[in-house]
């Protein structure tokens, strides 16, 4: 078995695992219901090494066929396990959120790093917390969610002059005052009450 499908396997096993102990979902950590990340999906492996298609000697519409069908699959994957993770987190089971994020392998995408984030966070270790939600706005600068839990970390550690920084920083990549992280910094900094 490659290193590749090794990394599938146990990617499904964890999500399956995960899916099958997990309660219904919650509606906390950024709203109802699972869903799929935002951000752009895993790469493929011709993103990650384009050599390996020029190689193979089939013709270009044929690569493309195979590597979309790997996409979709690739990403079908990602997916489960992502929403298996975002559903622990949502049952306040942060160590095993953490552990199935990190089963994932995809520690780059800002979704995933913003959630192990907020577990760290949640289960009160600020520094671990602090290094994925600065991963997660390396990955994508403008990753409001990130912004928004950033800010209640900052909010928690006493500093509500950071927090209300951040809440401008949400303000300016919304472009208004209406969307749901503004909203929910806002009321977290003006009432000092943050449940999420």
Known sequence: MSLSNTRHARIAAVAV????????????????????????PPPTNNQINPDKSIRSGKSSQQKKRKQDRRSESDYREFAIGYNAARTLVLDGKYTDAIIAFRALDYDDNADVANYIGYAYRKLGDYDRSKVWYDKALASDPNHVRTWEYYGLWHLEQGNKLKAQDFLENIRLLCGNTDCQEYVDLKVAIEDGKFSY
């Open 17 to 40: 695992f995960w899916l099958s102990v997990s309660l219904p979902p919650a509606f906390a950590a950024g709203g109802g219901g699972v869903s799929v990340p935002r951000s752009s």
